[in-house]
């Protein structure tokens, strides 16, 4: 009978459970920043509403370090009598370079108390065309992604380790689908959704995203009621998700501000768990360099061999050629040939060109015999290739 295993019952103390040493730690709040991500169109209060949450976490922790602005659109000017009023110090860089943003996010961690991006989709974009230009793309392919969202992810790693409350905008754009018209059999483009201007994942790494809208209203045929809403679509406090406030203040924001600096922990140095270095894994050393040298060309002389077998295209070489490999790596693709171990190599080139030299006596054997040899191969070396092929036919 099998043992069962006993679960804890409900109000019995059990001991407590450890996994020290490990590298598991207790869950602590070393980073009690805010990160806020605001998208929306033109004319939607993002930059006001970035502006309200800053001098809100600038008055409410009695801040002496300055407001930075990175700003791509030059409307921080409109922001110096806002900031100014209540005695406080913005300073501000205008720039849509990415390699600038890179530099104002390490010089704003040290000299500044909240840093705010306006707008973020300027920066994507001049990352995008400064890649065409380097590289003389006219249009961007499938490959050119990968080394620019590379570029771009050491902004993402910045923004999520840097000890500074970080406000970004970026503007909106519609997202598109195609969806089945019923009863037609065709597909029409579709609005499905909005979504910020930036890398596909950038939008969603803050802890707090809003989404602002501009909304008009006519009160009566000579008076328009204007308003903004900011919609949460993302509050990793769960405090805030999915609601909606109009003509937003800092104090709709505040009770995530309070959760995420409630409280503070001290880094304890003796459980800090230093990342594993993934790169590691990755044998680059000459030892390893030169055995994937080595296998490579092993693999090269196989297949080297097995063409010069059956140079051709025919249907019948093809299958040759595929015979070959079932009978020497036991397998009809010669991609799961090529990850037969290294140490295994030397002795397959052996069987192979054993094989090889089999089939070809039994060609020249058939051929003497007055046989039609066709260059097949049987998966079980030995056999005639042509008269086993006639044999099949019925033409003994």
């Not at 169109?41 to 009695?62: C, D, H, V």
């Not at 406000?167 to 598109?176: H, K, Q, T, V």
């Not at 405090?239 to 505040?254: H, S």
């Not at 050629?321 to 036991?330: C, N």
Request: one cysteine or more; proline letters at 4%.
């Amino acid at each position: 009978m099998a043992q069962q295993t006993s679960l804890p019952q409900a109000g019995v103390q059990t001991p407590k459970q450890t996994l020290k040493p490990s590298f598991f730690s207790d869950i602590k709040n070393t980073l009690p920043v805010l990160k806020v991500g605001i998208e929306g169109f033109a004319g939607s209060g993002k930059t006001f509403t970035a502006a309200l949450i800053a001098k809100g976490l600038y008055q409410k922790f009695g801040y002496t370090k300055p407001i930075a602005i990175f700003d791509t659109e030059k409307t921080s000017k409109f922001l110096k009598k806002f900031f100014a009023d209540d005695h406080i110090e913005a300073m501000v860089k205008e720039s849509k370079s990415f390699a600038d943003l890179l530099t104002a996010l390490e010089v704003a961690e040290q000299s500044a108390s909240v840093l705010i991006i306006d707008s973020i989709s300027h920066v994507w974009r001049d990352l995008t065309e400064s890649y065409q230009l380097r590289t003389g793309r006219k249009q961007l392919t499938f490959q050119d992604w990968s080394p620019i969202k590379s570029m771009w992810a050491r902004f993402t790693e910045a923004f999520l380790r840097a000890n500074l409350h970080i406000i970004m905008c970026g503007r909106a754009g519609f997202e598109y689908d195609f969806q089945d018209v019923e009863g037609t059999g065709k597909k029409q483009l579709v609005k499905t959704g909005v979504k910020m201007k930036v890398e596909g994942e950038t939008a969603y790494e803050p802890d707090l995203l809003l989404l602002m809208e501009r909304f008009e209203e006519i009160m009566d045929k000579d008076v328009k009621k204007v308003y903004r809403q900011a919609t949460i679509l993302k509050d990793r406090s769960n405090l805030l998700d999915g609601k909606t406030f109009v003509n937003p203040t800092f104090k709709d924001f505040e009770p995530i501000v309070d959760f995420l600096t409630d409280t503070k922990d001290e880094i304890d140095p003796f459980d800090e768990r230093k990342e594993g270095d993934t790169g590691s894994l990755f044998d680059m050393t000459d030892e390893g360099t030169a055995k994937a040298k080595e296998k490579r060309m092993l693999l090269e002389e196989i297949e080297g061999i097995m063409v010069q077998a059956a140079p051709g295209q025919s249907a019948a070489e093809k299958k040759f050629k595929i015979d070959i490999l079932e009978a020497v790596f036991g397998t009809r693709s010669w991609t799961k040939a090529t990850e037969t171990p290294l140490s295994q190599l030397p002795t397959k080139l052996i069987e192979l060109q054993d094989y090889i030299a089999k089939c070809q006596a039994d060609k020249a054997k058939a051929e003497a015999e007055g046989d039609k040899f066709e260059p097949k191969a049987k998966s079980d070396v030995g056999k005639k290739i042509g008269k086993a092929a006639d044999e099949a036919k019925g033409k003994k």
